[in-house]
């Protein structure tokens, strides 16, 4: 189970990690993206889009949510993500993840350590612009 913590324990945590262990293979990378994204359909209020990482460390795999309902519901949809990335991708690891709030949603980042003491990271960037 992910535990979640403040921005800045988060980005502490993160430096310390990434500056100390290897990322995970770019095999085990498209393993997760795939099970991340069938959990991810599941929100039916948000179009997903993968996109590229541009080789961060901070972003190994890299999303883009936009709400397509009724603006002022953030709060769940963190929720939803939060429960995605601690009870259905991230179970079995060591994980921390944090909200980075914004005038216009949200950012949603966190990290996994595997077993093999091996990071992978995860950021989705929920945008609260539902269509009209």
Known sequence: MS??????DFAAYLQKTTSVFSPVSARTIEAWKSDLEVCLKRLHYMQIARLAGGGQFDRMMNYRGNLTVTTGVLS?????????????????????????????????????????????????????????
């Open 3 to 8: 535990k979640l913590v403040a921005p800045n």
């Open 76 to 132: 769940a949809v963190k929720a939803d993500i939060e429960r995605i990335w601690s009870v259905d991708v991230a179970l079995g690891t060591e994980s921390q993840h944090t909200f980075f709030d914004s005038p216009s949603g949200f950012e949603f980042k966190s990290i996994a350590m595997n077993s093999s003491d091996e990071f992978l990271t995860l950021r989705i960037l929920v945008v609260d612009s539902p269509k009209e």
